[in-house]
């Protein structure tokens, strides 16, 4: 179907645009030509009109958020693209007159980089949103607008393979992919970077010219630079992200099935919890090492254990469980077996049997089912896991997050602050959490500097996470997220700083706080906690192919000596 690009797609558009009830928006003068047309618009046809949202449209409480809804912009318009053309002739526009610009994905960003009051232009991508095999790149492409279940379903569906992304069913693939695409695979396939072929970006040069890049991994390709940004340099950074190529390294000939892994055609998933009426420190302590422990011993790639990814939900005490979910590929050789061992691993010297887990956590749902594992088709699961989630479909919550690596086991001076924090009797939000995640595997066969996701020494992460409905308890929210994070790494000045224990912070779970003195008190800067030895390689491509600084926001990458 899409095989000529965006061609058939534009003369849709134009047919139906009269019909759309949107306003219009006409770029002032031609679009130059993409620099390179491999699956590229056709951008010869000059400016075309564009969908546009503005107060007045009874769309635009809808558009002007995401999901968490602490966020929400008053932009003046916001623009629904549809073509690379589209995108280049609202980014020429909001440029020539001064207007502030920004991109929305998915939606699904944690802090307000998209939704802030500088905005005055929404450039919204949801609507780029195909997955095809495009013949000319010899790979699959993924429209940036794309949410990653749809990436699944259609890469699964049509040629049985997957790009090994995250797990939440309507994250955007603009921002997921460009900020290094952690996933439930990781341990077996990698990071979903690592089978990035391509990527199309529009960009603005130094005299406000627009024009369309595409920049591919070849070792002969002049815009290579571009390519490896886009690998875990993070999304809103050098340019609008239109869309991805996806071909692992090594594939050979031209069948799209043979492009891409093969996810397993079957998996094992397993829940259980641990009730926190039974849990003393000394048994918290434990549970904690154990799972620490397990995945320092399993870093390197090549061992049985690859197959296996874990959940570890430290929730508030007022949740009432602490639970762990597991998945294992179910058709390698003994795979219950090394789901057995983990959990004995999980469990030992713990002194407390697990339970079914009957609460939700986090972002998992309660999944009782599953306190015997179960075996389940691979899409099954990952659409179970990604749409059941009860904070993905609540449109009332607000919420803030806080991430970090880990190298090792977490140190004991780690683990009281985390019991401390956990059974604080002036918080009552079973929301409030931290998501302990598989890490290492495949992710540790790949060099820190082969792409711009640097933390590939890292064995587990940590995510830390709160949720709110009514106004009046944000504040006590936040300080509770920010007494617990900071007081975790009060040792190395509030932030887990790379060294032999923690190794920084997750650019795709972006907190402001990273950048603030009275909360990041080191001597180590927040660019430094996202990408490690990385930024000053991702800031000379920002002065090289957005030397005006027209795509940024709170943490956006600076240009060099800015």
């Known amino acids: 179907m899409r095989q000529d690009g965006d061609g058939m797609r534009r003369r849709n558009f134009l047919a139906g645009s009269a019909a759309a009830g949107g306003a219009a928006l006409v770029a002032g003068g031609a679009v130059p030509a993409a620099a390179a047309v491999a699956g590229a618009a056709d951008e010869t046809t000059g400016a075309e009109p564009v969908t546009v949202v503005t107060p007045a449209d009874k769309r635009y409480p809808d558009l002007v958020r995401g999901w968490n809804q602490r966020w929400v912009a008053r932009p003046e318009m916001v623009c629904l693209a549809e073509t690379t053309a589209q995108v280049a002739q609202v980014v020429q526009k909001a440029v020539s007159t001064g207007k502030r610009l920004t991109v929305r994905g998915g939606g699904h960003c944690w802090e307000d980089w998209v939704f802030n009051p500088e905005v005055r232009v929404i450039l919204d991508m949801t609507k780029m949103n195909e997955v095809y095999y495009d013949p000319r790149m010899n790979a699959i492409a993924v429209e940036a607008g794309s949410q990653l279940l749809n990436v699944y379903e259609r890469m699964y569906r049509t040629w049985g393979v997957v790009v090994p992304g995250g797990m939440c069913f309507q994250v955007g693939a603009g921002g997921h992919v460009s900020g290094g695409g952690w996933g439930l695979l990781c341990r077996q396939l990698g990071l979903v970077v690592d089978h990035l072929y391509g990527v199309e970006v529009v960009t603005v040069a130094a005299d406000g010219t627009v024009r369309t890049v595409v920049a591919t991994r070849e070792a002969n390709d002049p815009h290579r630079e571009l390519w490896w940004a886009h690998t875990g340099g993070g999304g809103g ?31 094992l998933v397993s829940a259980v919890a641990w009730p926190w009426a039974e849990m003393t420190r000394e048994r918290f302590g434990r549970l904690v090492r154990n799972y620490g422990e397990w995945h320092a011993r399993n870093l390197r790639p090549g061992t049985p254990n690859d197959n296996l990814v874990s959940m570890l939900s430290l929730n508030h005490r007022s949740n009432g469980q602490i ?41 998992l749902p309660a999944m009782a089912e599953f306190a015997e594992p179960r075996r389940m088709p691979w899409l099954q699961s990952a659409r179970f896991l990604g749409t059941t989630n009860p904070t993905l479909n609540d449109p009332s919550l607000k919420g803030d997050f806080k991430s970090s690596y880990y190298r090792t086991a977490m140190p004991e001076t780690h683990v009281d602050e985390f019991y401390r924090h956990l059974t604080r009797t002036d918080l009552n939000n079973p929301t409030a959490s931290v998501m302990l995640s598989s890490f290492g595997g495949k992710v540790n066969a790949v060099a820190p500097d082969a792409t711009a996701s640097a933390h590939r020494g890292a064995a587990f992460k940590a995510a830390w996470m709160i949720w709110w409905t009514d106004p009046a308890d944000e504040a006590g929210c936040l300080s509770w997220l920010r007494q617990f994070f900071h007081g975790v790494y009060a040792g190395t000045g509030g932030v887990p700083v790379p060294d032999a224990v923690t190794d920084g912070c997750y650019v795709n779970y972006p907190d402001i706080d990273l950048h603030d003195p009275a909360y990041n008190k080191s001597n180590v800067p927040w660019y430094t906690l996202y990408y490690k030895n990385n930024y000053p390689r991702l800031q000379r491509v920002k002065a090289a192919y957005d030397p005006k600084n027209v795509f940024r926001h709170s943490q956006s990458v600076r240009l060099p000596n800015a």
């Open 237 to 267: 950074n050098f340019g609008v992200i239109t869309r991805f190529w996806f071909r692992s390294p090594g594939a050979t000939g031209t069948d799209p099935a043979a492009l891409l892994p093969q996810p397993p055609a079957e998996v």
């Open 323 to 363: 639970g762990l979910v597991t998945q294992v590929d179910a058709t390698v050789p003994g795979a219950d077996k090394l789901l057995a061992d983990f959990l004995a691993a999980m469990t030992a010297g713990l002194g407390v049997k697990h339970e079914p887990l009957t609460a939700p956590m986090g972002e």
